[in-house]
């Protein structure tokens, strides 16, 4: 059974900051792993999806490395600012089935202070 | 598109009543899928369904829940009766394949539900 680790749980840093979001999974034969930010009350936006087949992908001020062999993700975040305050999860898709499922991460709480 | 279009935001209801939860997923999404978010077990899959036909309903926690999908364009998750350990925030997803073709999920905002 796949299983998703997100490291550290929480996590607060000054404005202006690089940070690095770790996740882990058990199964190294998965379609993608997909990152979401999720802020307090509210659902999930979908920030990057990297392929197996790919090794990162980049938007904005964040990029997501995906190293399948060793079961590891980290979302990077340049230059953090306080609007980056959320919720990030980790969530792979994993082809232990036909069709799509995504095993989500704890997910890793950012603070950004001003 | 609006996106996944879940209602209603917030529920609070009685043990023992019947509880429905909707969702409208992004048009010419194949697959839509429900899930749960509670404080203690983080994001779980509840079902999923492929082109309206449920494909995996292994998450379902009991046969109080069931889900259908009379169409492409509408879901519902139904809870009867409900429980005070039902609470949790319902999430509902689409995405346009299957996950081996490349595709993202998109999440609704979610229905927060209370039972008292």
């Known amino acids: 059974k796949q299983e998703v680790t997100q490291i550290p749980a929480a996590l607060s840093v000054p404005e202006g900051e690089n940070l690095v979001l770790n996740c882990s999974f058990t199964?190294?034969?998965?379609?993608?792993l997909q990152w979401f930010r999720q802020d307090p009350g509210k659902g999930l936006t979908s920030l990057l999806l990297?392929?197996?087949?790919?090794r990162e992908q980049t938007s904005g001020r964040l990029n997501a490395s995906l190293d399948k062999s060793s079961g590891r993700s980290t979302l990077y975040i340049a230059a953090s600012q306080p609007g980056d305050s959320a919720t990030y999860l980790c969530a792979v898709n994993g082809e232990e089935t036909s069709g799509s499922r995504l095993t989500f991460g704890e997910g890793t709480q950012l603070t950004v202070n001003p | 598109d609006a996106g996944v279009i879940q209602s209603p935001r917030h529920e609070v209801t009685e043990m023992g009543q019947e509880v429905t939860l909707r969702c409208k997923p992004i048009?010419?999404?194949?697959?839509l899928f429900w899930y749960r978010q509670t404080m203690m077990r983080g994001l779980e899959l509840l079902i999923y369904f492929n082109n309206n036909v449920p494909i995996d309903d292994s998450g379902m926690p009991e046969d109080r829940f069931s889900a259908k999908m009379p169409n492409a364009s509408f879901s519902t998750l139904k809870i009867q009766p409900s429980e005070p350990r039902d609470s949790a925030v319902y999430f509902c997803a689409s995405s346009p394949d299957r996950a081996s073709l490349g595709t993202e999920a998109f999440f609704g905002q979610g229905t927060r539900l209370t039972v008292v």
């Open positions: 990297i392929q197996s087949s790919q």
């Open positions: 048009s010419g999404h194949d697959y």
């Open positions: 199964d190294s034969a998965i379609y993608n």
